[in-house]
């Protein structure tokens, strides 16, 4: 299939298993005699009864794709190439990104990067202490040895307009994202840049790395795979890290601090939400209709049935499932959770049902879709980590005016926050800690419990979104 063409749909042709089942009924007519007829008789009946089956479900698959379409949602190879194309406007900085993207090696950067902080494995809190000095200039030299590689993300992040990374959409699930993980590290870069700039007292430039970390997090901005999606959460994460590493250093002026509330606030993983899980739907109608790409062998024997719908149960099913979470996307927090939630629970029970028929129709759908809904959890987590850097900024421009921390978090409204930011997972607001060390904001996470704002690294049991700003007393 083209990348210019729509997928077919049309009623399916006979497929192996129905000629099969055809030849049995006769061998038994033969062989057996009138207990074959009897054999033959209810064999034509399942024969008649899975056909007309194929048939119908064929039929609705037609009219789904119709429905979604005329909605003007992606579904299609050419709908996706269009969607991509749109989006992309009159301003267009792409080739600025990939400018950046072909300066380096990532294999080399990893190579280069052993022993440092961000890129390798070192401790990144050695770089602003005089025991760091040596880690501070083997930082420097190898940020020196990838100069290029960061005047050009910075001249991509000043650049105005949308970044529209290619992906070659025919090759379906299996389209080359090397793209975005060459994205990665240039991000890992920036953030090395941010801590050596910060060791060296030069704040503005910090903040000009994160900046430009930000503006790498929005070139994944309504992508319509979920891997890029999830790449953009990720580099989000190192943006509101870095934030909240930069309250805790203090070393921000006031309008610095206000500028980078505005840059965190501009990475909103909700409004992204729903062009990723359309471009899933439509990645996985593709395969539907290219199930030898499914396969690992090179030479799939399912390859020969490319461009058929030979299981159109199961795309019926599967388009349903994507059509529910694609509606879930456009909910606003926590119901858009718990819809998503729902509906992976009946995934599941089909996954355990004791029903063969099940497993065996629904194969390609619980191959494709368990992994989706936790795509929610992980945007839900992304919001929540934002609006409690958000916070804890407004928290910080607040103590500089009045000489101490707000009590409660309605006291940032409406002179630091237009509103009090809800908590994704319950819709409480946000939990407000003010202690003499300082000031706790934190959501309650995936596990749905109040853990009073525990420290630490996520525990399997996934514990709150924490976001920490230093009291007076409190050494950063």
């Not at 006291?411 to 809800?422: E, G, H, N, S």
Request: some cysteine; proline content about 6%; overall charge negative.
């Amino acid at each position: 299939m083209s990348p210019d063409e729509a997928a077919p749909v049309g009623l399916p042709r006979p497929t192996t298993r129905y000629r099969l089942l055809k030849r049995l009924a006769l061998a038994a007519v033969i062989v057996l005699g009138g207990v074959g007829v009897t054999m033959a008789i209810g064999a034509v009946v399942v024969v008649v009864a899975m056909r007309w089956r194929h048939v119908a479900a064929t039929r609705r698959v037609e009219a789904e794709v119709s429905r979604v379409r005329s909605a003007g949602e992606p579904l299609t190879t050419k709908d996706l190439y269009a969607y991509h194309e749109k989006r992309a406007g009159a301003a267009d900085s792409t080739p600025l990104w990939l400018a950046a993207l072909d300066t380096f090696d990532g294999r080399q950067l990893m190579q280069d990067g052993k022993g440092l902080p961000v890129v390798g494995d070192g401790s990144v809190e050695q770089l602003g202490r005089p025991e760091g000095s040596e880690l501070l200039a083997a930082a420097e030299a190898l940020l020196g040895k990838y100069e290029e590689t960061l005047i050009a993300a910075h001249a991509a992040a000043r650049a105005p307009g949308n970044c529209n990374l290619p992906v070659r959409y025919e090759d379906g699930l299996n389209a080359d994202l090397s793209a975005v993980s060459d994205l990665r590290h240039v991000a890992r870069l920036l953030q090395l840049e941010l801590r050596v700039r910060t060791a060296r007292g030069d704040a503005a430039g910090a903040l000009e790395s994160l900046e430009a970390i930000a503006a790498a997090a929005q070139t994944q901005a309504d992508r319509l795979v979920v891997v890029e999606f999830l790449v953009g959460i990720a580099l989000s994460g190192v943006v509101f890290e870095c934030a909240e590493f930069l309250l805790a250093e203090g070393k921000l002026n006031d309008d610095q601090l206000a500028h980078l509330q505005k840059v965190v606030s501009r990475l909103d993983a909700k409004s992204d939400l729903p062009a990723a899980l359309m471009g899933e739907r439509a990645m996985g109608y593709f395969a539907f209709y290219n199930m030898g790409t499914l396969d690992q062998e090179k030479n799939s024997r399912l390859a020969r049935f490319n461009g058929q719908l030979i299981r159109p149960v199961d795309c019926e099913k599967y388009l349903e499932v994507l059509g529910e979470m694609v509606a879930c996307s456009h909910e606003p927090f926590p119901a858009a959770r718990n819809h998503a939630k729902a509906v992976d629970a009946r995934l599941s029970a089909l996954m355990k049902s004791k029903n063969p028929l099940d497993k065996l129709s629904y194969m390609t759908t619980l191959l494709l879709a368990p992994a989706v809904p936790t795509v929610f959890d992980v945007c839900a987590r992304s919001v929540a980590h934002r609006d409690a850097t958000i916070a804890a900024i407004a928290a910080e421009r607040f103590r500089r005016r009045t000489s101490a921390l707000p009590a409660r978090i309605d006291d940032l409204v409406p002179d630091f926050l237009q509103a009090v930011p809800q908590d994704p997972f319950d819709g409480k607001p946000l939990r407000w800690k003010v202690e003499r060390t300082g000031l706790t904001i934190y959501s309650i996470g995936i596990n749905d419990q109040d853990d009073g704002g525990v420290e630490g690294k996520p525990r399997p049991n996934e514990p709150d979104i924490v976001v920490r700003l230093p009291g007076p007393t409190a050494d950063p």
